[in-house]
C-alpha cells in the first residue's frame, strides 16, 4: 500500500525558513514524478513544484521560483521542499503527492504558518 | 500557464438528482499525439487530501462510483454525478497537467445537499 508522510511544518516568521520532507512507502519511489501542492486555508489546491525521477528537471509555479527548492534522495525514499524567504502567503497545508500529472496517491499534508 | 476556471463555484442539488459541474482551461489540454485530453477530476471532503475521480477527461478511477462520469474535450469539460448521494458533499477541482508544468487545478467547487 503507498503512504505519503508530510513532516517539518511548523509556525515560522516572515523571511524565514523552513524544510518539508515526505517519507514514501509502498511503491518504488525513484521510478516516479513526485508533486508538491498547497492549500491554504480554506482556499483551493495549487499545484507547487514537481521533480523528475532522477531529479535531472524541476518545475516550480511562479510564485516560489527563486524561494522554494524541491529535490529528492532516492536511497532515503524521501521527498523534500526547502522554503526559504517565506511569506504570509505561503502559509498552507503542503502536500506530497506521486507522479507528474495526475495524482493518484496524496500524503495526509503538513500545516505551514508564516505569522510574526 | 493555462487558467482552469469552474462554474458554478458552488452548487445544491437534492438527493438523487443530477449534478453538473464544469471546467473551461484558457487553452486546448487535448494532446494531438495520442488523442488524450490532460484533464483530472478530484474530490475533497474536510480535513482530507483530494481523491482522484476522473483522469484523462472520462476514465473514472478504479473504486469510483459509476455515478461519476466525466466528458468534454479540448477546453471545456463536465464532471457529472447522476444521483447525487449524501456522501458527495464535497469540493471539487479540475487539474490539467498538459504539457510543460506548472499543472494548474480550477478554484473548486462546493456542493451541498438542497
Known amino acids: 500500500e503507498v503512504h505519503l508522510v508530510e513532516s517539518g511544518g511548523g509556525l515560522v516568521q516572515p523571511g524565514g525558513s523552513l524544510r518539508l520532507s515526505c517519507a514514501a512507502s509502498g511503491f518504488t519511489f525513484s521510478t516516479y514524478w513526485m508533486t508538491w501542492v498547497r492549500q491554504a486555508p480554506g482556499k483551493g489546491l495549487e499545484w507547487v513544484a514537481n521533480i523528475k525521477q532522477d531529479g535531472s528537471e524541476k518545475f516550480y509555479v511562479d510564485s516560489v521560483k527563486g524561494r522554494f527548492a524541491i529535490s529528492r534522495d532516492n536511497a532515503k525514499n524521501s521527498l523534500y521542499l526547502q522554503m526559504n524567504s517565506l511569506r504570509a502567503e505561503d502559509t498552507a497545508v503542503y502536500y506530497c503527492a506521486r507522479g507528474p500529472g495526475a495524482i493518484w496517491y496524496w500524503g495526509q499534508g503538513t500545516l505551514v504558518t508564516v505569522s510574526s | 500557464d493555462i487558467v482552469m476556471t469552474q462554474s458554478p463555484d458552488s452548487l445544491a442539488v437534492s438527493l438523487g438528482e443530477r449534478a453538473t459541474i464544469n471546467c473551461k482551461s484558457s487553452q486546448s489540454v487535448l494532446s494531438s499525439s495520442n488523442n488524450k485530453n490532460y484533464l483530472a477530476w478530484y474530490q475533497q471532503k474536510p480535513g482530507q487530501p483530494p481523491k482522484l475521480l476522473i483522469y484523462w477527461a472520462s476514465t473514472r478511477e478504479s473504486g469510483v462510483p459509476d455515478r461519476f462520469s466525466g466528458s468534454g474535450s479540448g477546453t471545456d469539460f463536465t464532471l457529472t454525478i447522476s444521483s447525487l448521494q449524501a456522501e458527495d458533499v464535497a469540493v471539487y477541482y479540475c487539474?490539467?497537467?498538459?504539457?510543460?508544468?506548472?499543472?494548474?487545478f480550477g478554484q473548486g467547487t462546493k456542493l451541498e445537499i438542497k
Open positions: 487539474h490539467q497537467f498538459y504539457s510543460t508544468p506548472p499543472y494548474t
